[in-house]
C-alpha cells in the first residue's frame, strides 16, 4: 500500500468528522465547551458608577487644602439605592467597596486617608486631597451596552464564565461536550490488579486514550477490553456507536491474522472506512472512517503509537466536532533548538521524536530525547512533554533548529 503524506491524511480525516448541532447549556455545565455564537452585552458591567475602595464620598474640589473636616451627611452600603442622597459643597458620605456614586460626589477619599473622632461621629477629617475621579469605578468600564464580548469559537474557561455571569446570562449557546468511546482490542491483554498469565500484557492504551480524551475536552466512555473474536468486537464497536459521539478503538488494524477490528468496521463502515498506511514514524497505519454516522478512529495497536496517532489524527477531529476554530485544532508547534542530536535514517517518513523541552537563556525552546524511541517504549513518551518533527532526512546535530510540537 502506498504511504500517504501526513498532511493529506490529516486533512481527509479532519475533513470527515462535523461540526455538531448548537446547543444551549446552563452556565456551570459549560466549562470547556465552545460558544456556537458571538455573545454581546445587553448590559454595562459595572451597570453604575460605583466606589472602589472603603471611604468617603466627596467633591475634589473640596479637598484641595487639606486637612479639612467634612460633615458625614449620610452613610452608603453596597447593595444600597443612592437615591435620594446628595454630596453637596463640603459635605461626605460614609460609603463601602462596591456602593453606588451618589449624586453631587466626583472622588472617593480612602478611609485610611481620613480621621474620625468616633465611627458614628458626625464630621470626617479629610488628610489627602482627592482628585475627580478617584477611586471611582465609571459605569461600563468592563463591558459596555451592546459590546461584543466573545466570538463564536472561543473555549470556555473559568473566567469566561465569570463574565458571561457578570453580564447576567445563566444559559450559553455552545457545542456540548462530545462523548467518545474507547476500546482496545487483543488477546493477549488483560485488566491491572490481576497477575499475568503466559503472554499476556496489560492493556495501557485503553487508559491513556481515556486520558487524552478527557484532555481533549471531552467525555471518556470505557467500552472495556475486547478479545480478538469478530462477535465480541462487533458487539462493542456497535454498542459504542449507538451510546457515542465518535470511538476510538486500539490495535487489531494492522496485518495481523486476528486484526478482527479491520473485519468489523469494514463491514459495518463499507466504503466509508478507508486504511491508511501513512508516512510517519510512529504511528503509520490508521483505519478511519465515518461510520453510522460517527467517526471511528482505528488507531495501531503499540502504545506511543496509539498516542501519537490519537495526537495527530483524532484530537484534531475531535475539537473541530467540538466547534474549536481551524486555529485551535492542533498542537502548537514551535521552532526550537536542539541540544544534542536527534538522528534518523531516510525512509520517505515524518519522524516524531519524543523530546524533553525547557525554556533555554535564549529564550528559545531546548529539546533533549527523552528516551528510547521504537514505539511500544512508553516510559519515554511518559517523559516527553513534547515531540521534535524530524522531516525525511538524516535528522539534525546539536545546536540544530528543529520544529517542536508542544503536548499537554
Ligand atoms: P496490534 O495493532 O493489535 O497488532 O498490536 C500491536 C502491538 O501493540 C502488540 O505488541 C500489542 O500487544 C500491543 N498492544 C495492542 N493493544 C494494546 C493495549 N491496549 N495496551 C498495550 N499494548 C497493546
Ligand atoms: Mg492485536
Redesign the pocket.
Known amino acids: 500500500m502506498a504511504l500517504i503524506a501526513l498532511e493529506e491524511a490529516r486533512g481527509f480525516v479532519i475533513g470527515a468528522c462535523a461540526t455538531l448541532a448548537p446547543t444551549s447549556l446552563a452556565i456551570d455545565a459549560a466549562l470547556g465547551c465552545v460558544l456556537a455564537a458571538p455573545v454581546d452585552s445587553d448590559v454595562a458591567v459595572p451597570p453604575f458608577a460605583n466606589t472602589a475602595m472603603d471611604g468617603y464620598a466627596v467633591r475634589a474640589i473640596d479637598t484641595l487644602t487639606v486637612p479639612v473636616e467634612l460633615p458625614v451627611v449620610a452613610t452608603l452600603a453596597a447593595g444600597a439605592s443612592p437615591v435620594g442622597m446628595f454630596v453637596g459643597a463640603r459635605q461626605a458620605i460614609r460609603i463601602m467597596t462596591g456602593a453606588p456614586m451618589p449624586d453631587g460626589a466626583d472622588a472617593i477619599v480612602a478611609v485610611e486617608n481620613t480621621e474620625r473622632s468616633a465611627p458614628d461621629g458626625d464630621v470626617v477629617r479629610v488628610l489627602q486631597p482627592a482628585r475627580s475621579g478617584d477611586s471611582v469605578r465609571p459605569a461600563g468600564e468592563d463591558i459596555a451596552v451592546g459590546q461584543r464580548v466573545f466570538d463564536i469559537g472561543t473555549e470556555l474557561r473559568a473566567g469566561h464564565l465569570g463574565v458571561l455571569a457578570s453580564i447576567g446570562l445563566n444559559t450559553l449557546t455552545v457545542y456540548r461536550r462530545l462523548r467518545v468511546g474507547v476500546l482496545?482490542?487483543?488477546d493477549?491483554?488483560v485488566e491491572g490488579g490481576t497477575p499475568l498469565g503466559p503472554g499476556q500484557?496489560?492493556?495501557?492504551?485503553?487508559h491513556t486514550l481515556l486520558a487524552l480524551v478527557t484532555r481533549a475536552g471531552c467525555e471518556a466512555v470505557d467500552l472495556g477490553?475486547a478479545r480478538?473474536d469478530e462477535r465480541v468486537i462487533e458487539t462493542a464497536i456497535r454498542q459504542g456507536l449507538s451510546t457515542c459521539d465518535a470511538l476510538v478503538t486500539?490495535?487489531?488494524?494492522?496485518m495481523?491474522d486476528?486484526?478482527w477490528?479491520k473485519v468489523v468496521l469494514n463491514r459495518l463502515g463499507g466504503d466509508a472506512m478507508r486504511w491508511m498506511q501513512i508516512a510517519i514514524k510512529p504511528a503509520k497505519?490508521l483505519a478511519f472512517g465515518v461510520v453510522m454516522g460517527k467517526p471511528v478512529f482505528g488507531l495501531?495497536?503499540?502504545?506511543v503509537?496509539?498516542m501519537v496517532s490519537f495526537e495527530l489524527f483524532a484530537r484534531p477531529a475531535l475539537r473541530k466536532m467540538a466547534g474549536h476554530g481551524p486555529g485551535a485544532w492542533n498542537r502548537p508547534t514551535v521552532r526550537g533548538v536542539a541540544d544534542e542530536a536527534l538522528r534518523r535514517s531516510p525512509d520517505a517518513k515524518v519522524h516524531f521524536v519524543r523530546v524533553r523541552a525547557a525554556f533555554g537563556a535564549d529564550g528559545r525552546v531546548h529539546v533533549r530525547s527523552s528516551g528510547g524511541q521504537a514505539s511500544?517504549l512508553?516510559r519515554s513518551m511518559a517523559l516527553a512533554d513534547a515531540l521534535a518533527v524530524l522531516p525525511d532526512g538524516p535528522g539534525v546535530g546539536p545546536g540544530d533548529d528543529v520544529e517542536v510540537m508542544l503536548l499537554d
Open positions: 482496545s482490542t487483543g493477549e491483554l500484557i496489560y492493556d495501557s492504551n485503553r477490553l480478538d486500539s490495535g487489531g488494524v494492522s495481523g486476528f486484526d477490528v497505519p495501531p495497536g503499540n502504545p503509537s496509539s511500544n512508553l
